[in-house]
């Protein structure tokens, strides 16, 4: 099994910037990717960024521009970069891992979600 964890939500004004973080740990397992995707309430849960190991990225449309995604391999960490943020941001943000664990068996793992809040 395999635990991921967020960090850095939070409450800002419409502009302004924040950076999540996403920790993975647990027995041995390798990456295959690792993403952010996001819940506005009323909404179903959509994609925001994700990177492969080869350093591949796709976004939104919605977050292009605005948004970096980027990895610390040694660290098993994926950030999430927030800059100009809007108010139609705001959502829950959830990390997603997915790895190979036993036998080569693929997986994904979630984290809990952290909360990022834009005011206008």
């Known amino acids: 099994q395999v635990q991921v964890v967020e960090s850095g939500g939070g409450l800002v004004q419409a502009g302004g910037s924040l950076r999540l973080s996403c920790a993975a740990s647990?027995?041995?397992?390798?990456?295959?990717?690792m993403g952010w995707y996001r819940r506005a309430l009323g909404k179903q849960r959509e994609l925001v960024a994700v990177?492969?190991?080869?350093?591949?990225?796709i976004y939104a449309d919605s977050v292009k521009g605005r948004f970096t995604i980027s990895r610390d391999n040694a660290k098993s960490t994926v950030y999430l970069q927030m800059n100009n943020l809007k108010p139609e941001d705001t959502a829950v943000y959830y990390c997603?891992?997915?790895?190979?664990?036993?036998?080569?068996?693929?997986?994904?793992?979630w984290g809990q979600g952290t909360q990022v809040t834009v005011s206008s």
């Open positions: 997603m891992l997915r790895w190979n664990g036993a036998g080569g068996r693929r997986a994904d793992s």
């Open positions: 647990g027995s041995s397992f390798s990456i295959n990717a």
């Open positions: 990177t492969d190991n080869d350093g591949d990225k």
